[in-house]
């Protein structure tokens, strides 16, 4: 893997790397008016050594692809990252990987590119995804000089949409008490339950969390994938 990295590094023209490249030129124009089942989704999750993606680093990734809005759970990757800094107890003890875990694994400059031929021209789901996209792109832009065009969606804000339809809908449309938190949802949607702060078992989640809501709101006026996404940015609070 180490060789292979080098090769590509070396490899490099105006434009930044291969996979760079061929991930702009593969979203360059992207048709959004498509069918929900049409499209191929990697839902991912990160664990981190700190919520800061200046100095803070991945120390694991995980994802699942979903296809014609089934989770295919043999279509997997995971892998544990190596950092290069100090990894901080607080992370510690909510993630659970000690130093001594990942002292053997792979930097992320040999994780990436494996992880971005796994996602390949599928489009990036997560919860709160904003925060793996931000360490995502800092990685990207730091190791191979540039940053990812894949369209992304963030589950959260489609809970957000999803529970927004429901209010409106209902006798009592102000309901404050709701958690957005990825457990929370799965607990108030009735959907199978995985291992917490798991890079793999939370995106496993945030794919369940995916396809019930794209079914759901597909149901009313979601067919395409523009509509998902206006659904996901007309929520209010990110106005």
Excluded at 38 to 64: H, K, Q, W
Excluded at 187 to 214: C, I, K, N, T
Aim: proline residues 5%; contains cysteine.
């Amino acid at each position: 893997m180490r060789e292979r990295f080098r090769h590509w590094l070396h490899g490099l023209r105006g434009g930044g790397h291969p996979l760079l490249r061929e991930n702009r030129e593969r979203f360059a124009s992207f048709d959004q008016d498509r069918p929900l089942e049409d499209y191929t989704f990697v839902v991912m999750d990160t664990e981190l050594t700190g919520l800061n993606p200046r100095s803070d680093e991945i120390v694991s990734v995980g994802a699942v692809r979903v296809s014609g809005l089934r989770i295919n759970p043999s279509d997997i990757f995971h892998a544990m990252v190596r950092p290069g800094g100090a990894m901080h107890k607080p992370a510690t003890l909510v993630h659970r990987i000690t130093p001594q875990a990942v002292a053997d694994k792979p930097s992320i400059e040999e994780v990436l590119p494996d992880f971005l031929e796994f996602c390949g021209d599928a489009l990036l789901v997560g919860h709160h995804v904003g925060l793996d996209m931000a360490f995502l792109n800092r990685t990207t832009q730091r190791h191979l000089g540039g940053t990812l065009h894949t369209p992304c969606i963030d589950t959260m804000r489609l809970a957000q949409a999803w529970e927004q339809e429901c209010w409106e809908n209902s006798f009592d449309p102000f309901q404050p008490s709701i958690s957005y938190n990825l457990r929370d949802l799965a607990d108030r949607y009735g959907l199978p339950r995985f291992r917490e702060h798991d890079a793999l078992e939370d995106a496993m989640q945030a794919a369940y969390l995916f396809v019930y809501l794209g079914r759901k709101m597909r149901g009313g006026s979601i067919r395409t994938l523009r509509d998902l996404f206006m659904a996901g940015r007309s929520w209010r609070w990110y106005m």
